[in-house]
């Protein structure tokens, strides 16, 4: 059975920083990309950001551009998203999805086998 399991939430004041890890087990081969998502109170999932597991090429939604990364550490089925110049507006449960098949989509949630519980972070202004 696949897990994933997050880490690395909490509460930061703007213009702080915060890492989020996530680890995946039960399944560590065919991996086709890792992506973090959010969602923010009344609103829908989004996207954060994704990355390739083989090629590591990596996307970001706009708003994120310039302030967080993805990484992965293929060895360790982990992926990272480091976040800089935290936003209130980043305030928002974070959610990490594995994709095991090809999709030209990979930045969306259709492409998404597994998810993992959440992890909340909260940025106070």
């Known amino acids: 059975q696949v897990q994933l399991v997050e880490s690395g939430g909490g509460l930061v004041q703007a213009g702080g920083s915060l890492r989020l890890s996530c680890a995946v087990s039960?399944?560590?081969?065919?991996?086709?990309?890792m992506a973090w998502f959010r969602q923010a109170p009344g609103k829908e999932r989004e996207v954060v950001a994704a990355i390739t597991w083989s090629g590591g090429v990596a996307m970001y939604a706009d708003s994120v551009k310039g302030r967080f990364t993805i990484s992965r550490d293929n060895a360790k089925n982990t992926v990272h998203l480091q976040m800089n110049s935290l936003k209130p507006e980043d305030t928002g449960v974070y959610y990490c999805?594995?994709?095991?098949?090809?999709?030209?989509?990979?930045?969306?949630?259709?492409?998404?086998?597994?998810w993992g519980q959440g992890t909340q972070v909260t940025v106070s202004s």
């Open positions: 039960g399944r560590t081969f065919a991996t086709y990309a």
């Open positions: 999805a594995v994709a095991y098949a090809r999709d030209s989509r990979w930045y969306t949630e259709s492409a998404y086998n597994y």
